[in-house]
């Protein structure tokens, strides 16, 4: 069974994007986007995965360039 999430990245000066994806999906996806972070995108995942246990939904949100601030939201696909 593959496991797929609900995403939505708000970036500063951008659009909102959202879509469904599996986990290489969205690394691929974060990966294009050069996001300044601190950590890998698959990282970043693996953190925000350990978040949703409980409600299910997680939330990343970036602040390390404040010209370039961004927020991953994701939720588990039913």
Do not use: F
């Amino acid at each position: 069974m593959t496991i797929r999430y609900l995403w939505t990245l708000d970036r500063a000066g951008q659009q909102s994007r959202n879509g469904l994806a599996t986990e290489n999906e969205l690394i691929d996806l974060l990966n294009k986007e050069a996001l300044p972070c601190v950590m890998p995108a698959d990282w970043l995942l693996a953190t925000m995965q350990i978040d949703m246990e409980g409600s299910g939904l997680s939330i990343h949100e970036s602040k390390h360039n404040p010209q370039d601030t961004w927020k991953l939201e994701l939720k588990l696909a039913a």
